[in-house]
């Protein structure tokens, strides 16, 4: 596994930097957010991700080790792969996509060319119980921060775990449900995906 490349910021274009080190050319898949600190270096440190699948070998390059937790957070989600993660982290950083994910604030990431409400709330639903072990955010940031996830989704996530569910199982059974329903029929459809 390549952990980071330091060397020469060679060449660079919308999604896409490549640093040469000791003679060799890395391209590093990468966001805009990661470009914009780095096209303007001449030398340059990428903490990289190596995704491998039966057809290619891709390499994925970011400037600071937040951005690749984020990144690598998105695409253990089903549904979400490498090419939706760059589009999220693209739009905003990882400390906003945080405190998007612990607001449950899922219409931000809708922004995003590619990711639509179904994606965006599975990735809310899975990874809020995770987002907030992990980051502090204060309460003052929740509040001001605009909830979006309704609290009968909420709830209803909430009910289904007590029947046993991990917060996984329960948020990709939830993904595309009406936020708006009743718990009651949240809770049936959830139960009727996790059957």
């Known amino acids: 596994m390549i952990y980071s490349l330091h060397g020469e910021l060679t060449h660079w274009e919308?999604?896409?930097?490549?640093?040469?080190?000791?003679?060799?050319?890395?391209a590093?898949?990468?966001t805009m957010n990661t470009l914009s600190k780095i096209r303007e270096l001449g030398e340059v440190t990428l903490y990289t991700y190596?995704?491998?699948?039966?057809?290619?070998?891709?390499?994925?390059?970011?400037?600071?080790?937040a951005e690749l937790g984020a990144f690598k957070q998105l695409i253990s989600i089903s549904g979400v792969g490498p090419k939706a993660a760059l589009s999220i982290l693209s739009d905003i950083t990882p400390s906003k996509l945080a405190l998007c994910i612990a607001s449950g604030d899922y219409k931000t990431l809708t922004k995003s060319p590619g990711i639509g409400a179904k994606i965006a709330q599975r990735i809310?639903?899975?990874l809020k119980d995770k987002v907030a072990k992990e980051q502090k955010i204060s309460s003052a940031e929740l509040q001001s921060a605009a909830p979006i996830m309704g609290d009968n989704l909420t709830e209803a996530l909430t009910a289904l775990q007590t029947l046993g569910f991990t917060s996984a199982q329960c948020g990709t059974a939830l993904s595309g449900a009406?936020?708006?329903?009743?718990?009651?029929?949240?809770?049936?459809y959830g139960l009727k995906n996790l059957a």
Not at 53 to 61: A, I, M, Q
Not at 178 to 188: A, H, M, Q, R
Request: charged share 20%; proline share 2%; glycine share 10%.
């Open 14 to 26: 919308t999604g896409l930097a490549v640093v040469e080190c000791g003679g060799v050319g890395y």
């Open 28 to 30: 590093c898949r990468t």
């Open 50 to 65: 190596l995704h491998v699948t039966e057809n290619s070998l891709d390499l994925f390059g970011f400037a600071d080790n």
């Open 124 to 126: 809310v639903l899975e």
């Open 178 to 188: 009406n936020p708006t329903s009743s718990v009651e029929d949240l809770i049936k």
